[in-house]
């Protein structure tokens, strides 16, 4: 049965990252919005390190630190993903966008975890065992392949003790400051998923650089870049996971296991954008409205603002049960699509409903209504869409009809 009672230790992470997220990354969500990616030396970063706080982890066998909370439920499984979720939903209700500049391994972790070698782990997680920030990326999506992650066309040529990489990434969340990124190509276009191999390449390595930084319509305060690799040589040690890890499609299976992992923690963070959102017209509702009023409109607003609070709830343990299912090693791919297609819309839908009560007072610019509005259309997008996860859903409904 799933516990989703939480421990005093996991009450006591969840509190202190409110508290960490409404009074240190809320008041500095608006100035990152307005001037862009946070910059790598941002005092923040360092107030991070302190508290132990970043995006994936370093294994505590590499040199990492316990995870704040980390602890074993009751039948033993170490709740890893349950307090990443909880943390996601927390800080994500200061700003999304500056979270996901957070430093560390960030969505690289996922792949090096479950496919990297021991010499491999080794070289990734030594990046982040200093005093100063450094960031991992994973790059996969490109011009041509978005949702259709089966057509990447980016290649790699064996050439004696070295792949030569060719082909552009888009869309890289801190993939202009990653000191290592997960790289994904194909050595062959006519094998399809078959063809696709992970790379580990590290900044700096002749022929790979970062294109342009985008100018985004939300999450402002994320660096998110093009990468580009122009005859990258990149050596076979880098070939994450070796030679033998890639059968039965086993690099499409890397970067899909990714996506089992990562899109709880998604989940997680729409609801903490949709919070913020539910709570400022209940706010202001408090504030502008009386019972004198016309019961019928008081009414509406209401039931609006009740509909809005009990999807969150629902929402939050589509995702805690998605977060359990990897905690305990069981197959989560239809549970993470589900938490994740179901999320998004709770908080589009709550951003909307917060701009409509609140009226002129949501549309302003520089107000934090205005950029969770801008914020949050992209939560129905990253990491699959809201159509591709649906399609995820229903392919494993009817593998057991």
């Known amino acids: 049965m799933i516990d989703f009672e939480l421990t005093d230790a996991q009450k006591n992470v969840k509190a202190l990252l409110h508290w960490f997220a409404k009074e240190k990354l809320r008041p500095l969500a608006l100035e990152y919005d307005r001037h862009g990616p ?27 630190e316990p995870e704040l909370g980390e602890e074993q439920d009751r039948q033993g499984a170490r709740q890893f993903a349950r307090i990443g979720i909880l943390g996601a939903e927390e800080v994500a209700y200061g700003d999304a966008g500056i979270m996901l500049t957070f430093p560390g391994p960030g969505l690289a972790d996922p792949p090096v975890r479950t496919m990297g070698t021991e010499e491999q ?211 989560n791919s239809k549970e993470a699509s589900m938490s994740k297609a179901y999320c998004a819309q709770v908080a589009v839908e709550a951003c909307n409903t917060c701009v409509e009560i609140m009226g002129s007072k949501g549309i302003e610019r520089d107000n934090l209504v205005e950029k969770w509005f801008r914020d949050i259309k992209v939560f129905d997008i990253f990491e699959g869409t809201g159509q591709v996860q649906r399609l995820v859903i229903s392919r494993r409904i009817l593998q057991h009809i």
Not at 49 to 56: A, D, F, N, R
Not at 266 to 271: D, E, F, T
């Open 38 to 64: 946070v910059p790598v030396d941002a005092p923040i970063f360092q107030e991070l390190k302190s508290m132990g706080l970043g995006m994936g982890s370093t294994p505590r066998d590499r040199g990492g």
């Open 121 to 331: 782990k080794e070289m990734f997680y030594s990046a982040f065992k200093g005093d100063k920030p450094a960031w991992g990326a994973f790059a996969l999506t490109e011009p041509g392949a978005g949702s259709d992650v089966a057509g990447i066309s980016s290649t790699a040529v064996k050439d004696g003790d070295h792949y030569i990489i060719n082909g552009t990434k888009i869309f890289i969340t801190n993939g202009a400051r990653a000191e290592w990124v997960v790289w994904f190509a194909t050595v062959d276009k006519k094998l399809g998923r078959e063809g696709h191999r992970a790379f580990l390449i590290r900044k700096g390595t002749p022929g790979f650089r970062a294109g342009k930084i985008e100018k985004k319509m939300g999450l402002r305060a994320s660096e998110t870049a093009e990468l580009i690799c122009e005859d990258c040589r990149v050596p076979v040690s880098q070939l994450l996971g070796g030679e033998e890890h890639y059968k039965s499609k086993a690099g499409f299976k890397g970067a899909m296991g990714t996506f089992d992992m990562t899109r709880p923690m998604v989940a997680a963070m729409a609801l903490g954008i949709a919070r913020a959102a539910y709570e400022k017209p209940v706010e202001f509702v408090k504030e502008a409205y009386s019972t004198k009023r016309p019961l019928n409109e008081y009414q509406m607003i209401m039931e609006r603002l009740v509909t809005i609070k009990r999807r969150i709830e629902a929402g939050r343990y589509l995702a805690w049960r998605a977060a359990w299912m990897i905690d305990t090693g069981k197959p």
